[in-house]
């Protein structure tokens, strides 16, 4: 179900960020938004869940992918997300599924 409509791969960023690159960027105003061709579902596993974002399993914790399934992502705080998640949303970005854009003021 997370493959719909997506013939190919997002583009990954031209650089990989790391954890830290990405915590600076959120603590200069940068916003999380999904890719507009990334299908995301969840199934939760006992008190944990797996993320599918085009075919591919993440884990992370419902919290997280309730948010990132929902119109919630632009709200993450990454210093409120647990290690796992923080990684997750990592991955998310360095695949191309998810990007950080700058909001406008």
């Known amino acids: 179900m ?3 409509r997506l013939a190919h ?8 960020l790391n954890l830290l690159q990405l915590q600076q960027a959120q603590a200069a105003g940068a916003g999380l938004q999904r890719n507009p061709w990334t299908r995301l579902n969840w199934i939760a596993v006992g008190e944990k869940a797996r993320l599918f974002a085009a075919g591919d399993e993440r884990p992370c ?3 997280l992918a309730t948010a990132l399934c929902s119109a919630g992502v632009n709200g993450l705080d990454l210093q409120e997300l647990k290690p796992e998640d923080q990684q997750c949303v990592l991955d998310l970005i360095n695949l ?8 406008d003021g």
């Open 96 to 103: 191309g599924h998810l990007f950080l854009h700058y909001k």
């Open 9 to 16: 791969q997002p583009a990954a960023p031209d650089q990989a």
């Open 2 to 4: 997370s493959r719909y």
């Open 61 to 63: 914790s419902p919290e």
